[in-house]
């Protein structure tokens, strides 16, 4: 079984970068995830990956600094640099992702959270 599940803050700007392929675009991005480990907090910055509509959404409604979940798998690949040492990558392939955090919610007199207009979103 392959499955991955991580919650932090998207750690750099969001750019689609067109493929040539039936997804049409690609989204590589950081998310930064805490965790403890000896007795304080550390911050990995996990690379993500997401293809054709999925990444257009978190382009729609995410930029850098803000609260994702994410749902997916991991992928693995190797390539050879321009100093021709082996390097090897571990990325997190996004299958569904969740709004976290405040930005997209409001809050009414009640003080719980009701979430801006997002009509025009599909399920992801």
């Known amino acids: ?59 729609t409604y995410l930029t850098k600094g803000n609260m994702i979940a994410i749902s997916g798998s991991l992928t693995t690949g190797e390539y050879i640099d321009r100093n021709n040492i082996r390097r090897f990558t571990t990325d997190v392939f996004v299958r569904d992702f969740y709004f976290t955090g405040d930005k997209f919610r409001r809050s009414n007199e009640q003080n719980s959270p009701v979430y801006d207009d997002l009509s025009d979103f599909e399920e992801v």
């Open 1 to 59: 079984m392959n499955s991955v599940n991580i919650m932090g803050r998207i750690a750099t700007d969001l750019t689609l970068r067109p493929v040539r392929s039936s997804a049409g675009v690609v989204l590589n991005f950081r998310v930064a995830v805490d965790r403890y480990a000896g007795g304080g907090k550390v911050t990995d910055f996990i690379r993500c990956t997401a293809w054709g509509k999925t990444a257009e959404r978190i382009c």
